[in-house]
């Protein structure tokens, strides 16, 4: 089941797919990898869930739990109860909640496009200018995206106020829009703000170095965008994140992880050269 759909979202159409009685595994599709997403899908209906774009491996771990290792029916139950007993709660630190820093890296990177989005649609209501459907659409994506990752992060109000953005989206409340929207992205940026910095020491206090896996891993990156071999790309990659790195190389494979989602291949490779030739 996607999570982002036109109309009806994942999250919606799961749940009305469980009021018509089916009891069957489903298994969300998500773009926003951010730790704590597995608590938010069970407590909604899901029996797990696979971040976009999908790794093979991922795929068949979750095909083997539901296809090969079969779970009886309470288990999957007993999963789901347990998890919708989880709690949120808000914290000026997320990481002393135990949220792993790689994947609140990630929310930065989203939270700080979705702040650029916006921004960019609220200032032609602020100036005036009528917002076209594109924007309002635009609008409810992005909305929609930052209510999961906050709630994800453990910033429940924050998410609150997204998820009444996103419902002013829905409505085409465009008066609203204008003037609500600026004092969320302002809070927004207060958090993203004290944030970053606690993630960059608790992430990367001490560092990996391996400057030849460094190199022949992105070597293999670059002759994969070369032949536009993204399994393979992906794989090289990961080898690499699951290391600690200084903050210029942490940089590069956010860079080329982002760069990925989009097939933009040669820019990879013109990243991968400028990087290595200082190495």
Known sequence: MDHMMPKMDGVEATKTIRDLGYVRPIVALTANAVAGQADVFLKNGFDDFLSKP???RQLNVVLNKFIRDKQPPEIIEAARQKAGQNKSQ????????????QMTGLFLQDANRSIDVLNSIVEK????????EGDIRMYIIHTHGLKSALTNVKKSDLSAAALKLEQLGRDNNVEAITTETPAFLGALRDFVNELTPKVEEASYDATDENN???QEMLQEIRAACEDWDKNKARESLAVLREKKWPKQTRRLLNKINEQLLHSDFDEITDEIDKFTEGL
């Not at 808000?90 to 990481?95: E, G, Q, V």
């Not at 209501?125 to 076209?132: A, I, L, R």
């Open 90 to 101: 808000d914290s000026a630190d997320p990481l002393q909640l135990g949220i792993d820093p």
């Open 54 to 56: 999908i790794d093979i």
């Open 212 to 214: 030849q896996l460094l």
């Open 125 to 132: 209501g602020v100036k005036g200018s009528p917002y076209s």
